[in-house]
């Protein structure tokens, strides 16, 4: 199972590092798209939420302080999830169908990075576990299953 988590971590931090870069190297227009949604000072916006895709990724990616990571994630989602994707404000039924996608996938991606909260840390196989020299000191992942310290000790 640690190999699955790495492997799910791996693809989902790539997601957000990939979507990072997209905001820095596509700002223009980027910010054009968030000033017609009303976001005010766009360019600042689209550049801060790269950002907070960065700070989530790489988190997500290597395993480092990941309730950080997991709250730039919910830090980007809320608002972008409900401001640039507000599909119930659209009146073509094609761009409503296409918002609608994008409200379910981010709604999707903001469930999946809270669950990230319920993993012990440091995650196994991450730069924090290395780095501490052990692996789930608030518990840890054994066949699957999450297990407490009282769990791992053979304590009920």
């Known amino acids: 199972m640690q190999t699955a988590f790495l492997i799910g971590r791996v693809v989902l931090g790539l997601y957000y590092l990939f979507n ?4 820095f190297t596509q700002l223009p227009m980027m910010s054009q798209y968030a000033g017609s949604k009303g976001v005010p000072l766009p360019e600042v916006a689209v550049v801060v939420a790269g950002l907070l895709l960065l700070v989530g990724g790489l988190s997500i990616l290597t395993g480092y302080k990941p309730a950080i990571g997991v709250t730039a994630l919910v830090l980007f989602l809320l608002p972008v999830t409900f401001i640039m994707h507000n599909f119930w404000a659209e009146t073509e039924q094609m761009m409503q169908m296409m918002q ?6 981010n709604f999707g991606l903001l469930g999946s990075a809270l669950m990230f909260l319920a993993i012990p840390q440091p995650w196994p196989l991450s730069v924090e576990s290395k780095l501490h020299g052990r692996v789930g000191s608030r518990g840890r ?9 009282a769990q791992a000790s053979g304590q009920s």
């Open 100 to 105: 609608m996608v994008n409200f379910l996938k």
């Open 141 to 149: 992942m054994q066949g699957g299953e999450i297990l407490r310290p």
């Open 20 to 23: 990072a870069l997209n905001h």
